[in-house]
């Protein structure tokens, strides 16, 4: 099946720092890609999709300019939080659909991220 | 941001029993529909899906059901194993919602050895 992977799974970092979290489709190309965010007992939250060659698009409430996210080829994109604090920290997870249409997405395993 | 002291619902089972976690979604123009299970720690893994034309589909040892009229949907799980244990989602997207996908609040499945 098509395998998704993100590094690096898990991220320390000091608050006023930044931090870059890639998204690699491994066998597949992807000229989208999503990324979402998860808190302890929650539910997946889409914050972002990332399109191949052009702007991401955010969701309501996701500051683009915390999350910057680029998409530079058609199996990586990556999502950097700018400045983090404390309450960034969570559970960031990316996917990717195989084809076009409503096609099944393809998770990656997450990054956890810790802003001390 | 975080929510202190929220719980996701429970479903304990026996193992060998079947389950069965429901779920309602929010969009009545959906028109697939995706059960993810959910390890601790891990991305979300793709158990089985079903298109809106469809009531019900089967896969080894689950089934899913839908309900457009009551926007609901169901994932019974077969002779539940102790690897069955985990957090589910549905998910559901919209074919003209450029691939997103909106995740349901989750279900956690103990199953009791």
């Known amino acids: 099946g098509a395998v998704v992977s993100q590094h690096p799974s898990w991220v320390i970092c000091k608050s006023g720092t930044s931090v870059k979290i890639e998204c690699r489709s491994l066998d597949f190309q992807a000229t989208t890609m999503f990324w979402y965010r998860q808190f302890p007992k929650q539910s997946l939250m889409l914050m972002a999709t990332s399109n191949e060659g052009s702007k991401a698009t955010y969701e309501q409430g996701v500051e683009k300019d915390k999350f910057l996210i680029n998409h530079a080829s058609l199996t990586l994109s990556t999502l950097t939080v700018t400045s983090a604090h404390p309450e960034d920290s969570s559970f960031y997870i990316c996917?990717?659909?195989?084809?076009?249409?409503?096609?099944?997405?393809?998770f990656g395993p997450g990054t956890r991220l810790t802003v001390l | 941001g975080e929510s202190v002291g929220l719980h996701l619902p429970t479903l304990s089972v026996q193992e060998g029993d079947n389950s069965i976690i429901n779920c309602a979604y929010s969009n009545s123009a959906s028109d697939y529909f995706i059960w993810y299970k959910q390890e601790s720690g891990k991305g979300p893994q793709f158990i089985i899906d079903i298109r809106s034309n469809m009531d019900k589909r089967q896969g080894q040892r689950v089934t899913v059901l839908l309900n457009k009229t009551v926007k609901h949907l169901s994932l019974q799980i077969a002779a539940t194993q102790p690897g069955d244990s985990a957090v589910y989602f549905c998910?559901?997207?919209?074919?003209?919602?450029?691939?997103?996908?909106?995740f349901g609040t989750g279900t956690k499945l103990q199953v009791i050895p």
């Open positions: 998910a559901e997207q919209y074919s003209g919602g450029y691939q997103k996908v909106t």
């Open positions: 996917s990717a659909p195989k084809g076009g249409g409503t096609d099944t997405q393809y």
